[in-house]
């Protein structure tokens, strides 16, 4: 799966700009980055969010126990990679019928917390329990919601493209050829919010996280760590 934002709707990380500029390797445009995903993974399917950015994904090649999924309503577009092991007691709760899959359930869940409930994102998070990572985008309010599984168990990564996009793909090697040493692994257990300042840890919203600079010769140019953790939330090396 792909999903490629303008610095209209993601501020970009100081830390993959750093990397990126430390030590300086090809990137290409947004525009190439997705035309190189759909002509790479046949059949595919895109959508193009206006000047904001697009998404994209296909079938192809994807892990058995790690299905990826797209829908869209109500001006909420989700991109959905793994299956959550308590979907059916999360679809009786959000009152979904018995045939919705993960990415419907995460709509409906953002849809609550954005409309009705006086909960925050991280305790949203936190009902979710699986393997999985989701790229989700409100189009009525610009505001964009990417979160990792606390473990890891679905790969995905951030980057940042030659006209300044960002951009994340569980495709390690196709960022790679775009953004250059200015990409990251997402961390695990972490959600990014645009509307709710940036990167953090769901199970410690209020513990900061930063980066760490990856050695020269690694692939990723940094990794993350939350504050008061004893663990990287992200691979040191690929």
Not at 128 to 154: I, M, N, Q
């Amino acid at each position: 799966m792909l999903a490629v934002f303008s610095g209209a709707v993601v501020e970009v990380p100081a830390e993959l700009v750093a990397a990126g500029s430390r030590t300086p390797s090809p990137k290409t445009r947004a525009a190439e980055l997705v035309n190189r995903f759909l002509g790479g993974n046949e059949p595919a399917v895109s959508m193009q969010l206006g000047d904001l950015g697009s998404l994209a994904y296909s079938h192809t090649n994807q892990a058995l126990l790690r299905p990826r999924s797209f829908a869209a309503k109500d001006e909420i577009f989700c991109l959905f990679e793994g299956v959550l092991d308590n979907l059916g007691r999360l679809s009786q709760q959000y009152g979904l019928s018995k045939g919705a899959n993960e990415v419907l359930l995460v709509i409906e869940a953002y849809k609550t917390l954005r409309d009705r409930a006086p909960y925050p994102v991280s305790f949203m998070l936190s009902q979710l329990t699986g393997s999985y990572a989701f790229v989700l985008f409100d189009k009525s309010t610009s505001s964009l919601l990417v979160a990792s599984d606390p473990e890891g168990k679905v790969p995905l990564f951030w980057g940042i493209t030659a006209d300044g996009c960002v951009a994340f793909s569980d495709d390690i090697d196709m960022l790679k050829a775009s953004c250059g040493k200015s990409l990251a692994s997402f961390p695990q257990g972490c959600f990014y919010s645009n509307a709710l300042g940036g990167l953090k840890c769901y199970e410690n919203p209020k513990n900061k996280v930063t980066a760490v600079p990856a050695n020269e010769e690694e692939i990723c140019g940094a990794t993350f760590k939350v504050e008061g953790s004893t663990f990287l939330t992200a691979l040191g090396s690929i």
